[in-house]
């Protein structure tokens, strides 16, 4: 049973645009929501997360943006570089339970 | 990689055999996980440890088992592969599970075939 909802599956952006990743979740237990950035042949990498007790998180050139009422939370990537392609996954975890992942977004950046 | 690896980094095996996958870490962190990542299901936890000895089942645990008889190493056991058990696993640790510490940091990875 998936708990977190991941979308789109793929994107393709051109060089300094600005794209979003999208996560729904339906546990309203859940307090941590990260975001993890993984490079081909790599594991992956802890971006950004974010609690629930904030509507919005930026380092650098990412944001997550929150919405508590939706149950969605999404990550912005501004100025997108061709150092960005990678496959994105949002995830999820309440107290002491276990982070739950999305499916992944591969994102393709463009020169 | 945050002090972790993992071994094999491929392995390919044939229907029916046993096959260990060893994680090792020097960041004596008390948490650690097996994860397998699978196109279009994203990661999945397998299994993970609380402390030495301590485990317990994750979301896709059957036909894997675990042990961790020090800190620094979990190991995964497929007691008898099967080809559903080709995937590329992953090992994570983290120093706690709450506030700064439940970041979780994960190995390169071991892609495991199985014929």
């Known amino acids: 049973q998936q708990q977190v909802k991941q979308s789109p599956q793929s994107l393709i952006v051109q060089k300094g645009g600005i794209s979003i990743i999208n996560c729904a979740y339906e546990?309203?237990?859940?307090?941590?929501f990260p975001w993890y950035q993984q490079f081909p042949g790599k594991g992956p990498a802890l971006l950004i997360a974010i609690r629930p007790d904030v509507s919005e998180k930026k380092e650098g050139r990412f944001t997550i943006s929150f919405n508590k009422s939706a149950k969605q939370f999404s990550l912005h990537i501004m100025d997108s570089q061709p150092g960005d392609s990678a496959t994105y996954f949002c995830?999820?975890?309440?107290?002491?339970?276990?982070?739950?992942f999305g499916t992944g977004t591969r994102f393709l950046v463009s020169p | 990689d945050a002090g972790i690896t993992q071994s094999p980094r491929h392995k390919v095996t044939e229907t029916g055999t046993p096959v260990t996958l060893r994680c090792h870490q020097t960041e004596n962190h008390r948490y650690m996980y097996w994860y397998r990542q699978d196109p279009g299901h994203g990661l999945r936890l397998i299994h993970y440890?609380?402390?030495?000895?301590?485990?317990d089942k994750g979301e896709v645990s059957d036909g894997y088992s675990v042990s961790r008889s020090k800190t620094e190493d979990f190991l995964l056991t497929l007691e008898s592969a099967t080809s559903s058990q080709t995937s590329v696993y992953f090992c994570?640790?983290?120093?706690?599970?709450?506030?700064?510490?439940?970041?979780?940091?994960f190995g390169p990875g071991t892609r495991l075939l199985v014929l």
């Open positions: 995830a999820a975890k309440s107290g002491f339970q276990k982070l739950v």
């Open positions: 440890s609380y402390g030495v000895k301590d485990t």
């Open positions: 546990n309203t237990a859940f307090d941590y």
């Open positions: 994570a640790i983290s120093p706690g599970t709450s506030g700064v510490q439940e970041t979780q940091y």
